[in-house]
C-alpha cells in the first residue's frame, strides 16, 4: 500500500505541472479513465483475492496513473522545449 500510495503521489505531483501551465483539459480523460479502472480494479481484486487482491488492484490503479500522468507531463515540457526544466537554449 506504500508504493501505490507513493505511486498515486508521484503522479499528483507530476500533474501540478499541467495544472501550472494551464493545461487541466488535458487531466481529464486519464483522471476519469484511471479512476473508472481503479474501481474496477479494487472489485475485481476484492472479489477474486480478497484483501490482498484490493492491494494489488491499488498498486496497478496507481503504476497506470502515474505512467500516464508522467507522460503527458513528459510531452508537455518536450513541447515546451525544455531539457531539466530549464529551456533548451540555457542548457
Do not use: D
Not at 60 to 77: D, E, P, Q, T
Not at 79 to 84: F, P, R
Request: glycine content about 12%; some cysteine.
Amino acid at each position: 500500500m506504500v508504493l501505490a500510495a507513493g505511486l498515486f503521489t508521484s503522479g499528483q505531483t507530476a500533474s501540478l505541472l499541467l495544472m501550472t501551465g494551464v493545461t487541466t483539459r488535458k487531466l481529464v480523460v486519464p483522471k476519469i479513465t484511471t479512476s473508472v479502472l481503479g474501481i474496477g480494479f479494487n472489485v475485481a481484486g476484492a472479489y477474486a483475492l480478497g484483501l490482498a487482491g484490493v492491494v494489488f488492484a491499488n498498486l496497478v490503479f496507481s503504476c497506470v496513473y502515474c505512467i500516464w500522468i508522467l507522460g503527458l507531463a513528459h510531452k508537455l515540457k518536450m513541447k515546451a522545449g525544455l531539457v531539466n526544466g530549464v529551456p533548451a537554449r540555457f542548457s
